[in-house]
């Protein structure tokens, strides 16, 4: 059972990673907010296929949190 449930756990690691360097950056970053570059202002308001890499990013955290814990209680 442990080592199901690790493999699981070991595929979405690997998933949640492939997707979160998928997402674009939604700002430039420390040096964009040192210099005052303008922001878009629309924070949040992603759809597409932006919005549904968001969505599932959050999902497989969720999962890979609850996996997380899992296989920490999981005797070998």
Same mark, same amino acid.
């Given at each position: 059972? *442990? /080592?199901?449930?690790? *493999?699981? /756990?070991?595929?979405?690691? &690997?998933? %949640?990673?492939? &997707? &979160? +360097?998928?997402?674009? !950056?939604?700002? #430039?970053?420390? $040096?964009?907010? +040192?210099?005052?570059? $303008? @922001?878009?202002?629309? *924070?949040?308001?992603? $759809?597409?296929?932006? @919005?549904? +890499?968001?969505?599932?990013? %959050? *999902?497989?955290?969720?999962? /890979?949190? #609850?996996?997380? +814990?899992?296989?920490?209680? %999981? !005797?070998?």
């Amino acid at each position: 059972m *442990f /080592w199901l449930v690790f *493999f699981v /756990w070991m595929v979405t690691s &690997i998933v %949640i990673t492939v &997707i &979160i +360097l998928m997402q674009e !950056p939604k700002q #430039a970053g420390l $040096g964009d907010a +040192l210099t005052g570059g $303008g @922001g878009g202002g629309d *924070f949040g308001t992603s $759809g597409g296929v932006a @919005g549904g +890499l968001h969505r599932v990013t %959050i *999902f497989l955290g969720v999962a /890979w949190g #609850a996996l997380s +814990l899992v296989v920490g209680l %999981i !005797p070998r």
